[in-house]
Structures are given as structure tokens and as C-alpha cells.
């Protein structure tokens, strides 16, 4: 491709960058604001640098709408450090159990690792129609005196999204947000936690976002190791040790495209758009396509689909990626196709999917 | 400063990258590869991303010339999740003690971390003489029954170095050598592990590598988390969830960086250089400036220095930074000043140093 070329790049994560944010960092790659340095030359203990840091949980603050009494940290070791952390602050010792409401990959490695603390249970799950929605679930299914109750607000590998979000009562609420996080408008309020890892729809890989409630970690378990325990983070900002400042700088100017792109109303209107245009060339397909998703469940940021048969599915990949589409093959652990439209993914490439697929129908059923 | 004026960059990590790579990385910024995407925006699990990764343990093991019965790991959470995961792995369960050799705060903090999970001792300390020296230390210090051995290689705040590794017989040695792997050829086969965050000699904050012998992986304790688990790691080649891609693909250019250069001969005979201009401007000063380290434990990485008082001390620092000297504070929390030499801070640097340092001198004596 030529420098001006962008692949149409449907990556299911670390995914598509907004190209204003890459420019930008191209620029400021070897002098950063007049610094004589780039930005991951400077100390992070440099005011110029705290500034970066600062910006970036104001921004995530401001456009998220966080409430006062939640803390915003950067930690390392994406979801999956997550699903030993939580259990190791909040189960262990507790005398309680965990409720995970079950909807694919992510959760059953969270509460697989959650049973290494404690007891966790399934409150609810759409295994056996193979994760294609979110299951029924209201707090009936909870006795009350549950640790919390965990959930993934969106399912990269089977294309379903919580749409709404359920009611715990006094039980903590905590969310697996990686694949949606900052694609939609949400009530944090609702959740004690959130967590994500960044580099789908916020920045690189490497940084992980943890919105906690003041009051969840009043219940920490005491006993847990310094880098494991929230506490240390909280209390340093997020600067207990070295954090990964040019993950956490990428982030803090993709939350200013989002700013620029009207702040999560317009993102998330964007989004709908977006995918819409897929579900409807499935929709309109005859059958040719199918979604795997029930239409009631199905995700804005990931649409999966299949095609008649193996072999066209096979074909189909090819052409896509001779035609220039990136990332359209489904997770290695249930095949078929999957396109991911972050924020960061263009209307256009959107169009262009959806071209390409009826034109691929047309010529082959 | 100006878009080619470069500051004379002396963080203690974050620190200086070499500009050759900054400029490969602004360059690559939209596009890498004719992929169409930056490298950020790469699947991990595409091949174009597995080149890089592979690439830069290929080249970690032929510059450090690392056995083949030695695993490479890139891993995240710095060397402070290190400290906990050397002893949830190695020490729990193993009805032995662990011996560290300290030599600074870094190690302070690692022995904390280790007695959440069993016994730790001090088999030798310099800290009655302020960490000033590298402590005497021989294996007759040893039962020979200990899980393992740790040491930290450099110490960044009290600018001390081993320079002779001690012998520890059967015992497994650990070493934390943050602050200066690569920027001297190492013995590997001395170790049983070492591990290193990247962000002083080898690249951004964000990657940690872990370097570590197949024998001691074997007699790990079997019932840690996931990704607290070495084996979890080794099993995936470090791809069991997403790595930081785009600090390891800095991380590989910098290795090439170091290739270029010479590789490790040449890069310790220029670090050599580099500090002792300036250690040669301490002791030339006729006690105007002190180094606080002993002259046979001084590192070569990290200068730390004294001026006559605190009042001049301030005054040093604000002219300095004024000049456009960088990072010369020392550490919060020992105060004086430092001078960290990484690999990357060109020689042209340090003469600058060493002229400002003989002019304030002349100035102010």
C-alpha cells in the first residue's frame, strides 16, 4: 500500500486507531510539546508528563460522566489480570460467593479464575445455545449476601452485548467492559467497577482502565500483594510505579477525538449506524448470511456471521483480504467470520464491507 | 526547542531512546509494513505482528547470547509485579527460605513482597553504610537449602553495580536487572533467572522481560493464577493474552539499535566512557562534587553525586535545567543529584555534562 493507503481494518483487537490520533503522534514523536523529547523519554514523575497522566483520567471523567465517589486507574495486565485481581480483593475472605452472569469465553476464564480464591457461581448462562444471547437475569436470581456479581458488557467472540444492564440491588455490580467501553453512553452509577483493557476501542495495548467505587474498596481483603491490591494504585494515582505512558498518552488523545467527534452520543449513533449497515446486507442476504447473534442480543462492535458452507467462508476470507479487509475471520475458537467496528473504524470501511459481501453473494449463490 | 534540538536527556528510567528508532517509529507511524496500519492496530495474532515479536526474542538471544535451555518472556507490570511473582511461584510451598543480597530500595521492596509468601532473609546488607557499596557476600553465606538466591544487578538510586556476580552453587540466582540489562555482555548461564522492565536501557514503560532457566520453570508451585503463572507465558510464547505490541516492537528496534552499534562489547566500552567523564569530573573537583557511591561499586548507569550543600545543590539543579539538562534530580528518596547514563544517552551528552558541571564548579568555588 502507499503511505496514504489505510487497510480496512475490521481487527477484533488491538484494533483500528483513530488516523488523526497516529498523525498526531507522528508529529510529536521526537519533540513533544518542546520538550526535546518524546513522550516515552520523559520521567513520569516530569510535570509534563503528570499532565499527560492528569489529562487522560479528566478526559475519561468528563466524557464518561464518572461520579465523584469513583476512582479512575491505569493499571497493566489487561482483563485477564482483572479476573485474579477482583477475587483476590473483593472474594477472598469475604465468607461469600461470586455470581457470574455467564455469556461466552471471557466470563468462563473469569470465574475460573475467581474459584482459585473462593466460591463463584453461574447465576445465570446462554451455553447451551451456544452464547448466542444475553441470558434472562433479575436479582431474584441472587440470594443477596453474593460478593458481587460479575459480568462481560459485550462478547468479541460471539457478538453479543448486554443492552441493558441488570439490577443488583446491594449486591456490587462489576463489568468486563473491554470491547465497549467508551462506545456507548453508560450509568456508572449502576456498577461499583469497571475494567477494560484499552486496546480496542481507546489506544494501544498495554494499558487497562479501572473505574472503582470509594466505597467497594473499603471491603478490599487486606492481605493481598502490593502490585495486586487497588489501594496501591489509588493512593499513588496510578503512579506507584512505572506506568506505560505512551499507552496512556495514546489514550488520552483518542478520548480527545472522541470529544472532537461529539462525545459518546454521537460515537454511539455512529456505532449503530455502522453496524447496521452489516446486519442489514445479513438480513437482506436470503440466508446466505447468517448471524450468529439473536437480533435481540446482538453487539455494535462485533457482528459474527457465517456463510452456506465451510468452503465458501473460506474463499470469502480470501477475497476480503486480497480486496484489502483485515481481521474478518471469526476467533480461532468458533471459526466463521466476524467483522469489529470500533469507534476508530470509518463509516466508509462499514460501506465498503457491506458492498463487498453482496457482491460476493452475487457471485456465488 | 526546536524540532531538531534534542535535550540532554538524563532520566533514571523512562529515559532516553536512541533517535535513529524514534524516527523509524515516526516513520512507520500510519503504515507499517504496507500493512496500512500501524503497528498499534496489528492483530497479535497475525503473522505480520508475530514477525516483530519473534523478532525481537531472536535478537534478545543472540545479543545476550541466551543457552537455549533459557525461556524469553515479555510480560507486563514491571519488576514490581516480579517481586511478587518470583516468590508466588518459587518460594510458596517449597518449605524453604529465599536469600537476598541488598543492595537499595529495590531490593527492600522484593523482600517485602516475598514474605507474604514465606520465609525471607538477608544473607548480606550495605545498608548500615547507606547502600554505598555492593555488600561482601560468597556462598559459604548460604545453607545451600535456600528456594533461591536474588540480587539487584544496578541500583538505581544509590548508583552502586555488581561488576563480579556471586557463585551460589545449587541455589538458583535471580537477578532484577532493570536498570541495566543490555548495556553490558552477561554470563546467562550464571542465572536461573533475570528479569528487567525495558523502560531504562531497551525501550518504552509497558514490557517486562523475564529471561529463565527450563529447569527452574519445573519446580514451580502449581496453584498460582493464570497469568501470575511463568508457565502460562512459556506455553503461549508470551501471546496468552494481548501483549504490549507496540512496546515490543519498539523494543526489537532498539535491539537493532544495539546491533548496529556494535552490540554489547561495544556498548559497555561507550557506557564506560560515558560515565567515567563524569565520574572524572567528581573526582576531579576537589571535593566540590562527591560521588555517594564506593569507587569499586560505582555503576555505570546511574551517577549520584553531592554537591557541598543543599542551597548549592538547588542552584546546580536549576541551572542545569535551565541549560537544558534533564532528569539530574536525585531520587525523592535520598535527594542530591543523579546523572543516568542508559545506552541510549549519546557521549556528546555526558561531555556536556562534565563542561557544565567544571563551569558551575568554577562559578561557585
Wanted: hydrophobic share 35%; glycine share 8%; proline share 4%.
Amino acid at each position: 500500500m502507499t503511505n496514504n493507503q489505510r487497510a480496512f481494518n475490521f481487527n477484533a483487537g488491538p484494533a483500528a486507531l483513530p488516523l488523526e490520533v497516529l498523525e498526531k503522534a507522528k508529529q510529536e514523536m521526537t519533540n513533544f510539546q518542546d520538550s526535546g523529547m518524546s513522550v516515552m523519554e520523559l520521567s513520569h514523575r516530569s510535570p509534563t508528563y503528570e499532565a499527560v497522566h492528569n489529562g487522560a483520567i479528566e478526559k475519561l471523567r468528563t466524557l464518561l460522566e464518572i461520579p465523584e465517589d469513583y476512582e479512575v486507574l491505569f493499571l497493566q495486565g489487561g482483563a485477564s489480570t482483572q479476573f485474579t485481581m477482583i477475587p483476590m480483593n473483593f472474594l477472598q475472605g469475604s465468607g461469600k460467593k461470586a455470581a457470574y452472569l455467564m455469556t461466552g469465553s471471557w466470563s468462563e476464564k473469569a470465574i475460573a479464575e475467581t474459584k482459585l480464591f473462593g466460591e463463584a457461581y453461574e447465576a445465570t448462562s446462554s451455553k447451551s445455545s451456544q452464547y448466542r444471547s444475553i441470558p434472562d437475569f433479575s436479582s431474584n436470581h441472587l440470594n443477596g449476601a453474593e460478593a458481587y456479581v460479575h459480568l462481560t458488557s459485550n462478547n468479541t467472540i460471539y457478538g453479543t452485548q448486554w443492552h441493558e444492564f441488570p439490577e443488583t440491588g446491594k449486591v456490587p455490580l462489576i463489568a468486563d467492559m473491554s470491547s465497549d467501553i467508551m462506545s456507548r453512553p453508560i450509568d456508572v452509577s449502576k456498577f461499583d467497577m469497571i475494567y477494560a483493557g484499552a486496546q480496542k476501542n481507546l489506544g494501544p495495548s498495554g494499558v487497562t482502565i479501572v473505574i472503582i467505587k470509594k466505597d467497594l474498596l473499603k471491603q478490599a481483603h487486606s492481605n493481598v500483594p502490593t502490585m495486586l491490591r487497588y489501594q496501591t494504585h489509588v493512593d499513588k494515582n496510578s503512579l506507584y510505579n512505572t506506568p506505560p505512558t505512551f499507552g496512556i498518552y495514546m489514550l488520552g488523545e483518542v478520548l480527545n477525538w472522541i470529544q472532537d467527534q461529539g462525545g459518546l452520543n454521537s460515537i454511539t449513533e455512529k456505532n449503530i449506524r455502522k453496524a447496521n449497515l452489516i446486519y442489514k446486507t445479513i438480513d437482506e442476504s436470503d440466508g446466505f448470511y447468517t448471524g450468529h447473534a439473536q437480533q435481540s442480543s446482538r453487539s455494535y462492535m462485533n457482528i459474527t456471521f457465517n456463510l452456506p458452507n465451510e468452503a465458501l467462508e473460506k474463499q470469502f476470507l480470501n477475497e476480503a483480504k486480497k480486496a484489502g479487509f483485515t481481521g474478518l475471520n471469526g476467533h480461532r475458537s468458533v471459526g466463521g467470520c466476524r467483522a469489529s467496528t470500533y469507534n476508530a473504524v470509518p463509516e466508509a470501511t462499514c460501506v465498503a464491507l457491506s458492498e463487498f459481501m453482496q457482491q460476493f453473494q452475487h457471485r456465488n449463490s
